[in-house]
C-alpha cells in the first residue's frame, strides 16, 4: 500500500515554515493525493518557485526543479510539451502566480496545459517580509501598504476559468480531506487544472491585519468556507459566475464566505492532445509536399 510518506523525503525535516503556517498540511495533501492515485515517483515533476512554499521541492522525494519566481509554470509547461505522459505539478504562492508569475498563468490556462497549479494563497508574499501580492484584498495592512491596500484582488479562481482552465477549484487548509480530494481530480485532469487553498500567514498578513494567532486564522477559514453544490459534470462549460472573491476579513470571524469545491469545469482537448495532432499533420504534410509555400 503506497502512502504520503513514500513520497516524503524525511532527512530534509523539520519543516522550515513558520508555527501555524498552512504549507505543511498543503504538502501533506498533496503527497496523499500522489498516494491515492499511487503513481510512481519517477512518473512525477514538481516545479516550484519561488516563496514559502515554493520550497515544498526540499521535502519531496519525485523529480523536481526549483525554478526562479514567477517562472514555475512556464518551466511546467516546458516539461509537459516535451513529457506529456509525465504528471506535472506547479506549486506557487500567490505573488508567484497572480502577480510576478501572472502572465503565464493565464497563457498556461488558456493553451490548456496539462499541469496541475497547486495554488497556497496566503495574501501576500510571505518569504520576503509580507508586501502585497496581486491577491492581497483591498484595505489590508502589509509592510508595502502600511496605511491600507489600494488595489483590488484577483479572484484566481474565476481568472483561471475565463482563461479556459479546464478543472478549478477552491479548498482552505482546514479542510484537509477535500483538499486532497481536489488534488486527486486536479492530477486526473488532462487540460490545465487549478486548486486554489487558502491558507493563513500568521506571522505577516495575520499580524498585520489583528487577525489573532494562528489558531483564530484556522478557526476564521472554517467559519467562513461554504462549499458549493457538487460540481458540474466533466462535459459542461465553465462557469466563472459560480468562483467567490476571496477577501481579507478585518478579524478572525467576520468577513465574506470562501466558496469551496469544484467551481469551474471545462473539459476541451488538452495542449498535448492538439499539438499531437499538428505534429502528425506535419508528419503528412512533410510525406505529401504539403507544407506551407512562404515565398
Ligand atoms: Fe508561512 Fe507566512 Fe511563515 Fe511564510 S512567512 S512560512 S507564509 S507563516
Redesign the pocket.
Known sequence: MVSYLDYLDESALPL???P????GTILKALLGAFACLGLRREEIVVVTGIG??GKADDYIRTNAIHGTHGRALAVATGVKAFRPELTVVALM?DGDCATIGGNHFIHAARRNIGVTAVVAN?LNY??TG?QYSGTTPPGSRTSTSPYGHAEDAFDLCALAAAAGASFVARTTVYHYKQMERLIVGALQEPGFSLVEVI???????GRFNHQGRAREMWRSLRERARPVAPGPGPEDTSRPGRTGQVEADGGPSGGRPILTGVLARNRRPSFSERYAEVVRAAQAGATEGGELDAR
Do not use: A, E, R, V
Open positions: 522550515m515554515w513558520c501555524g503556517c498552512g504549507d514559502c512554499w504562492g496566503n510571505g518569504m509580507g491558507s493563513p500567514c500568521p506571522t505577516y498578513y
